[in-house]
Each structure stands twice: as structure tokens, then as C-alpha cells.
């Protein structure tokens, strides 16, 4: 049987319980998830990229079917580089369409084969983003709903 592999990117700043559910989603239909951690040129991140993916490594420590990365780039020279061609986006609210939209089309014209496959997170995390999270935890407030224990840690010892 052929095993399937998809690649679910984003900034991940901090991984919040939103992500972790579209991950669990996505490997009861994928075999294999590549998550990750892109740097976005337009956003200035509250941690580092090693910190990002030190967050996730301890989120999905045990799950054997999430290998994470980092890349710096073009996402569809990093999908040529690890000849996958299915991107994972999850989406939250009809105002994340437009932004998606525009994302998986222009993908698509990069890179013909590419084919993005959304998942919708449970409702409760549907109003949730890593900047809400970054902002809360700036204020010192209560992220234990939104985030792992660890990323907490980390917020902490800022
Ligand atoms: N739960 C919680 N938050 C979620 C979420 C979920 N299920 N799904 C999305 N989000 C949030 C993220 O936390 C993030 O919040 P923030 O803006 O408050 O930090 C926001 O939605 C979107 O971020 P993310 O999913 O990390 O995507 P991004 O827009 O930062 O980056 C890439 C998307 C990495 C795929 C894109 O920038 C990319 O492809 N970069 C490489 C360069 C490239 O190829 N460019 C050409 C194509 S545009």
C-alpha cells in the first residue's frame, strides 16, 4: 500500500491546542505529517525558531506519525524537496478563506501537482490564533485553556 504524506506549515508561534487538533484530525486520513515551522516574512515572532519547534517537539512527543521541521523558503520548493505534494491547512472562520484561498491558488500555480486539504478545528478553538495567545501571555493571563503545559513553561520564563 502506498503510504501517503502530508505537510502542514505555519509559523507556529506558539503551537496552541487549535493546531495540535487540526494534526490529530489530519493523521487519521494521512499516514505521515510533516509539521513545519516557516519563517513569515511579514511577522515578527514573539519566539524562535528553535523555540517553535522545541514547543512542538514536546506537543507531539509520542506521536509516530509526525516527523517536525523547519524550513526557510519557498513552501512549494520545500514540497518539490520532499516530493509531497498535499499541503494541510486547517480552517477556523469563513474570514480565513480569502487569505487561504489565495495561498493554496498561488501554490498551485508554482507547483501544478500541489493539492491543499483544509480541516476544520472543533468550534471551541475556532476563535483561537497564536497572537491571542502571545497577547494574553504578554499580559500575564490564564493561557492554560489555549496552549500545552510546556508552551506555558516557556511563556513563563520569559
Ligand atoms: N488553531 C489556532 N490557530 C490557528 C489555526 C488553528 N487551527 N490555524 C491557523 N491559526 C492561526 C495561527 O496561529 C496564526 O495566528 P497569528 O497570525 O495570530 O500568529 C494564523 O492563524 C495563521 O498563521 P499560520 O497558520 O502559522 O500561517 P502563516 O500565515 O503564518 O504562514 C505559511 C503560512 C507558512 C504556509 C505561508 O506563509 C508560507 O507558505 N510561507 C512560505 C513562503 C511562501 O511560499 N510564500 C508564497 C505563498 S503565499
Redesign the pocket.
Known sequence: MKIKTAIY?????PI?F??L??IRRAGKIFDRLIVSV?T?SA?KPMFTVEERVDMLRSALKGNKKVKIERFE????DYLRKKKVNVVI??L?AIS?LEYEF??AA??RTLYGGVETVFFM?RQR?TY?????VRDIAHFGGDVSKLVPPYVIKKIKSR
Open positions: 506549515p505555519g509559523s507556529f508561534d496552541t487549535g493546531h487538533d487540526i516557516f513569515h511577522k523558503g519557498l513552501l512549494v491547512r486547517g477556523r480565513d489565495q495561498i498561488i501554490n478545528p478553538y483561537l490564533s497564536s497572537s491571542v
